[in-house]
């Protein structure tokens, strides 16, 4: 319990200095930022035996360091070559503390980051997305580093001003993470005028209930992807907590569409294409990652839900609700379950 309790006082600590970011003028603005970025990613670059894959990533760095001198992508696999250059190069600089501290801080400072600016685009509140993120996608980042780098540059790629660095971070993301790939239908939104998003988000969705079928088509294609994400994983796929994801998304699309009405923009497809995977994750556990690329968004939805309500009294006692629902099923999926590994939060500053 103790564990959850540190992850939330991280959170709210955060938020506390980015409060102070946005009412602070001059160079103490700037740093409040850091101070900001700083305390979740000392969270995460001091912990030890913390995340499901810790041991992997482990074993994956002191490989590297003992063969610092042989080619960089040399016996790894080329699934993740930026990510294999990120770590070959702090191998051959430090260690695997400088490792978790260097990959904890680029997840940190590009999704806050982003969410400045997507606050901004849908003149949303700031330190509500950074707390929803940082008490549920971002712990989930100590399992899989690579998967929440190439997120965290597939965020960059849906926000950037200019065609060039939406692609440049299109291509770090898909070379972080092969799933990173998902980020390519947010840019071509963005830059292809008229690009029938909902056609392709309601087919996406149809074909979901075909797993087997849409497995074995992928896999026909021989592409470099990892065999674990073809393979049917039905006892592990089927979990309290796939349920709960799946529900408050659902919920999200019957008041975004049934009850407020509103225009089907892209946030709305962008969890409507998550629902689609997480029906894909009941087949297979690892398919669900790739909707952990999208769960950034679900304080976005929410809070342009919220926001449709003309009393401020609704909008805050929604707004309330929400948080106290996210604690909920972070509490359930670290504690409860035992997901990720997560609980207890163990530290190390060698």
Do not use: W
């Given at each position: 319990?103790?564990?959850?309790?540190?992850?939330?006082?991280?959170?709210?600590?955060?938020i506390?200095f980015?409060?102070?970011?946005l009412k602070?003028?001059g160079?103490?603005?700037?740093i409040f930022?850091?101070?900001?970025?700083?305390v979740?990613?000392l969270?995460?670059?001091?912990r030890e035996?913390?995340?499901?894959?810790y041991?992997?990533?482990q074993?994956?760095?002191?490989?590297?360091?003992?063969s610092i001198s042989?080619?960089?992508f040399?016996?790894f696999h080329?699934?993740d070559?930026?990510f294999?250059?990120?770590?070959r190069?702090?191998?051959?600089f430090?260690?695997?503390?400088?490792?978790?501290i260097?990959?904890?801080?680029?997840?940190?400072?590009?999704?806050?980051y982003s969410?400045?600016r997507?606050?901004?685009?849908?003149?949303?509140?700031f330190l509500?997305?950074?707390f929803?993120?940082?008490?549920?996608?971002?712990?989930?980042?100590f399992?899989?580093?690579a998967?929440?780098?190439?997120?965290?540059?597939?965020?960059?790629?849906?926000?950037?001003k200019?065609?060039f660095?939406?692609?440049?971070?299109?291509?770090?993301?898909l070379?972080?993470?092969?799933t990173g790939i998902?980020?390519?239908?947010?840019?071509?939104?963005k830059?292809?005028?008229?690009?029938?998003?909902?056609?392709?988000?309601?087919?996406?969705?149809?074909?979901?209930f075909f797993?087997e079928?849409l497995?074995?088509?992928v896999?026909?294609?021989?592409?470099?992807i990892?065999?674990?994400?073809f393979?049917?994983?039905?006892?592990?796929?089927?979990?309290?907590?796939?349920?709960?994801?799946?529900?408050?998304i659902l919920?999200?699309?019957?008041?975004?569409?049934?009850?407020?009405?509103?225009?089907?923009?892209?946030?709305?497809?962008?969890?409507?294409?998550s629902l689609?995977?997480?029906n894909?994750?009941?087949y297979?556990?690892?398919?669900?990652?790739?909707?952990?690329h999208?769960?950034?968004?679900?304080?976005?939805s929410?809070?342009k839900t919220?926001?449709?309500?003309?009393?401020?009294?609704?909008n805050?006692?929604?707004?309330?609700?929400?948080?106290?629902?996210?604690?909920?099923?972070?509490?359930?999926?670290?504690?409860m379950?035992?997901?990720?590994?997560?609980?207890?939060?163990?530290?190390?500053?060698?």
């Amino acid at each position: 319990m103790y564990s959850y309790i540190l992850y939330v006082f991280v959170a709210i600590l955060t938020i506390i200095f980015l409060n102070l970011f946005l009412k602070i003028n001059g160079i103490f603005k700037y740093i409040f930022f850091i101070l900001a970025c700083l305390v979740p990613t000392l969270l995460g670059g001091l912990r030890e035996g913390v995340g499901t894959d810790y041991e992997i990533y482990q074993f994956i760095f002191f490989k590297m360091k003992e063969s610092i001198s042989s080619p960089i992508f040399n016996n790894f696999h080329g699934y993740d070559p930026f990510f294999i250059l990120i770590t070959r190069l702090i191998a051959y600089f430090g260690n695997f503390r400088l490792f978790l501290i260097v990959t904890s801080f680029l997840i940190v400072f590009c999704h806050i980051y982003s969410f400045y600016r997507i606050s901004i685009i849908y003149k949303l509140d700031f330190l509500f997305l950074v707390f929803l993120f940082l008490i549920g996608p971002y712990l989930t980042s100590f399992n899989i580093i690579a998967q929440f780098i190439a997120t965290s540059f597939g965020l960059l790629s849906f926000v950037s001003k200019k065609t060039f660095y939406s692609i440049l971070f299109l291509l770090l993301s898909l070379l972080s993470h092969f799933t990173g790939i998902i980020f390519l239908i947010l840019v071509i939104n963005k830059l292809v005028k008229n690009f029938p998003l909902k056609i392709f988000s309601f087919i996406f969705f149809i074909i979901s209930f075909f797993p087997e079928s849409l497995f074995n088509f992928v896999a026909s294609l021989n592409l470099p992807i990892p065999q674990d994400y073809f393979s049917p994983t039905l006892n592990i796929g089927n979990n309290f907590e796939f349920y709960l994801q799946s529900l408050y998304i659902l919920l999200f699309l019957y008041f975004y569409k049934v009850i407020l009405k509103l225009k089907l923009d892209l946030v709305f497809f962008i969890n409507f294409i998550s629902l689609a995977f997480i029906n894909l994750g009941f087949y297979n556990i690892y398919i669900k990652r790739l909707y952990l690329h999208f769960s950034s968004f679900a304080g976005v939805s929410f809070l342009k839900t919220t926001k449709s309500f003309r009393f401020e009294l609704i909008n805050k006692s929604l707004s309330f609700l929400i948080i106290i629902y996210f604690l909920v099923l972070s509490y359930v999926g670290m504690v409860m379950l035992g997901q990720s590994d997560l609980v207890p939060y163990r530290f190390s500053i060698l």
